[in-house]
Every structure is written in structure tokens, then in C-alpha cells.
Nanobody, 122 residues
């Protein structure tokens, strides 16, 4: 069974940092793209970042470039999202997901993990 376990959210002041973790199981980690999405209250779900293990490709949405870094630890089947210089507008529920690069780009991953709340106070 494909499972994605997200953790690491919390409450932080603007300018602070958090590291999200997504532990994957039930599939061949190296064959897929792992992505982070977020959804703020009243807003549509947004693609934040992904790590494509085929080709070691990374992606960031414009609003997080230079602040967020995605990485992968193959030995632990875990993808991390290091979030620095957080802003109140980063407040959202963050979800990890697995799919092909195409399904991630079309917001239709194979599997969603549960969300983890990130709240940034001003």
C-alpha cells in the first residue's frame, strides 16, 4: 500500500524556519516525483515544490524561490522541505504527494499524504 506521512508543521514567527518531512512507503521511491502542495483557507491548492528522482530535477513556485529548499534522502525514503524566512502568506496546510512529473504538474498525483499545518504569525 502506498503511504505518505507528512510531519514538521507548526507555529512560527515571520522570518523563522520549519522543516517538513514526507516519509514514503509502498512503492519504488527512486522511480517517482515527490511534491509538496499547500492550501490556505479560501484558496485553491497550490503546487509548492517537487523533487523528481528521475533526473534529480527540482521545482519551486516563484513565491518560495530562494527561501525553500527541497531535498531527498533515498536511504530513508524521505523528502524534506526546508522553509526559511517564512512569511504570513506561507500559512497553509501542506500536503506531500507522489506521482510522475506530469501528474504533479497537472495537480493530479497518484496519492496524497495527509496534511501538516504551517502557521506563520506576523
Amino acid at each position: 500500500e502506498v503511504q505518505l506521512q507528512a510531519s514538521g508543521g507548526g507555529l512560527v514567527q515571520a522570518g523563522g524556519s520549519l522543516r517538513l518531512s514526507c516519509v514514503a512507503s509502498g512503492f519504488t521511491f527512486d522511480d517517482y516525483t515527490i511534491a509538496w502542495f499547500r492550501q490556505a483557507p479560501g484558496k485553491e491548492r497550490e503546487r509548492v515544490s517537487y523533487f523528481n528522482h528521475i533526473g534529480e530535477e527540482t521545482y519551486y513556485t516563484d513565491s518560495v524561490k530562494g527561501r525553500f529548499t527541497i531535498s531527498s534522502d533515498r536511504a530513508k525514503n524521505t523528502v524534506y522541505l526546508q522553509m526559511n524566512n517564512l512569511r504570513p502568506e506561507d500559512t497553509a496546510v501542506y500536503y506531500c504527494a507522489v506521482g510522475s512529473r506530469q501528474t504533479i504538474m497537472t495537480m493530479t498525483p497518484y496519492k496524497w499524504g495527509q496534511g501538516t499545518q504551517v502557521t506563520v504569525s506576523s
